[in-house]
């Protein structure tokens, strides 16, 4: 168990099923684009490591399965950290050819005004029956066709320079043909296109007051998830930058299998609704998705255009260090965190593949080094609440007769909704320092 109160105490608010909240209206505003979708938006948090990994063909040694990264209630059961979760569940549920799910999602991760270890994430798959198509005659790559016929066209630049599958980088699995691919790859590029489209509009008459704003331009990426393949992901040019805003791909077949729908193939996606809600709105910070306050929640309407929020007055900060000795025998690598493995490395190739060598057994899950920096966010958290902004590293220095190695972070302190008086900060700085004393038996300098 490494899951504090604070984190539970998350599971009942629901925010993506909050009347008027921002979450709920982008959670529909999306949904508005699949039609005919069945939607999911009620599917409880406490998830099996099966249901949340193995069923998903992760790799036993897959960084994500961490105690640093993801909340366990026991050994066998954690707070979901994906809408993944579900996909087994839902595809052997057999209810409808398309389906949506929004949740609540938990994750160990940094703090930062994009990160916040509660969020939320919609999945969405639509998959085809391929013995139904053999009855009507055709091939299940005619039939899919037919359907990319009726999704709405758009005249938005999409940049899409990568061959639809590639032998090593984006592979076929050897269950598909590759026409089969090319059909799938197409309506799940012009369905989700579609999707992004219409909130990236919103989003730029929102936010633009002049006609001449850039154009809307898009771009499809290669991809790496332990459970699609080929993988794509989605990136939109946003206020300079080219932003990810979603991961995709075609099924991995054994899931479908182990679910009992055998002649069902098709594609998923997965996107994170307060990324695609900060956008829209213009929400400078992810805390306010939490907020109570009645200056941010009446800002929304389901009912009312979207419209740019507008920041209530931005209260002080004030910031403060902590430096501290790692305990003894951590090397120079012990750190985790920022610069560590991200959340879906190309381990391995997707279990299915027949790989033309044997791939040896994955190696067993290495020893959890003692420190990772998540430990030192989930610290603040708990001592702060939402009154830390952020916390980052601004130095690291490794003695050089000892070999002891000595971290500085920086908590920066900031209430949304208030001016926080120095009494409060230094007293939550002192319970923070004593604490990563007691649990990280790390020695302040
Ligand atoms: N679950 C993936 C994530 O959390 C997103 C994803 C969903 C990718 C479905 C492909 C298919 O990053």
Known sequence: MNT???????????????PDHPLLITRKLIESRFPGYKAHNDLFPIVTTVQN???LGFPPDHVGRNRTDTYYLNKSTVLRTHT??????TFRKNESEGYLISADVYRRDAI???????????????????SQAEKEGKSLAQVIWEDVDKIPKHNVEVEDPNPTNHPERNPLQSTHSAEEVEAIAAHLKRSLEDMVITIFNAAK?????????????????????????PSWELEVFWQGDWLEV???GVVSQPILNN?????????AFGLGLERIAMLLYSIPDIRLFWSKDKRFLSQFSETAPIKRFVAFSKYPACFKDVSFWLSKNEGASAAGGKGAAPIHPPATTPSDSAPSTIVPPAAPAPTTPSFHENDVMEIAREVCGDLVEDVRLVDEFQHPKTGRKSVCYRVNYRSLERTLTNEETNELHERL?????ERLGVELR
């Open 4 to 18: 504090p109160s604070t984190i539970l105490d998350a599971i009942p608010r629901r925010l993506h099923l909050q």
């Open 53 to 55: 990994f193995d069923s």
């Open 84 to 89: 993944s979760a579900h996909q087994a569940d």
């Open 112 to 130: 930062d005004r994009s990160h916040y270890p509660v969020f939320h994430q919609m999945e969405g798959a639509r998959t085809w029956d391929r």
């Open 205 to 229: 008459s929102a936010t633009d007051s002049t006609a001449d704003a850039e154009p809307l331009k898009i771009r499809w990426v290669e991809a790496y998830f332990p459970f699609t393949s």
């Open 246 to 248: 979603l991961g995709s």
């Open 259 to 267: 679910a009992s729908v055998p002649n069902r193939v098709g594609w």
């Open 433 to 437: 320092r004593t604490l990563l004393v």
